[in-house]
């Protein structure tokens, strides 16, 4: 999290975020297996499904942002929502999912960690809770500028006509996101 946070490139941002999301997977998956807990195990599994859909979402939305508006560095993606309003909305999903803001799937998944990692209280434990509060608040702050840059008023460029092949997937990933953070029990059963 604190290289995202140091991060003017895109790619760079979402790659160096993926290790945090990997490491949040991990500490439920090891929660869970340590002391028996199934919903931990359920939390980890759940952050996986839900980190590919917002990550692969960020990176699709990133992707549209770079191949029609060359928009390689985070300053570049100022003001997006007027040239491409749909795929900025989406991005802004994923990022917001990937921060963990709720109703979306990234809350669900973390607030599932977060119950285990409460569930039975010891010393080992509150460390854990403490740094994973750390870890996303950290990650607030990187995930909430770009949001921020996405919906700022600029003057810059002209509406840009996205493909509907490009737009297809990300609008379905978008509604994934959502829906996964609205109704997450079929999911977490799985």
């Known amino acids: 999290n604190l290289l995202a946070l140091m ?3 895109g790619k760079r941002l979402l790659g160096y975020s993926s290790i945090a999301q990997v490491g949040y997977m991990l500490l439920a998956l090891g929660i869970g297996l340590t002391f028996g807990l199934p919903s931990a195990v359920a939390a980890g599994l759940y952050l ?11 990176f699709l939305c990133k992707g549209i942002c ?4 060359g928009a390689s560095r985070l300053d570049q993606l100022d003001g997006m929502v007027h040239r491409m309003p749909v795929v ?4 802004a999903v994923g990022l917001a ?24 209280p010891s010393a080992g434990r509150v460390i854990m809770t403490v740094l994973f509060a750390a870890n996303v608040l950290l990650s607030l702050g990187y995930y909430l500028p770009i949001i921020g840059r996405l919906f700022r008023a600029t003057d810059g460029g002209g509406r840009v006509r996205v493909s509907a092949w490009m737009l297809a997937p990300v ?14 029990q079929p999911l977490l059963e799985v």
Do not use: D, E, N
């Not at 996986?48 to 960020?58: E, F, R």
């Not at 799937?105 to 977060?114: D, I, M, R, T």
């Open 48 to 58: 996986l499904v839900g980190h590919a859909v917002m990550k692969g979402l960020a």
């Open 171 to 184: 609008l379905a990933l978008a509604m994934a996101v959502v829906l996964f953070g609205v109704y997450p």
């Open 66 to 69: 770079h191949y029609y508006c």
């Open 88 to 91: 900025t909305v989406c991005f």
């Open 7 to 9: 991060q003017v490139y």
């Open 97 to 120: 999912g990937l921060a963990g803001i709720p109703p979306l799937a990234g809350f669900v998944g973390k607030w599932q960690l977060l119950a285990s990692l409460l569930a039975r």
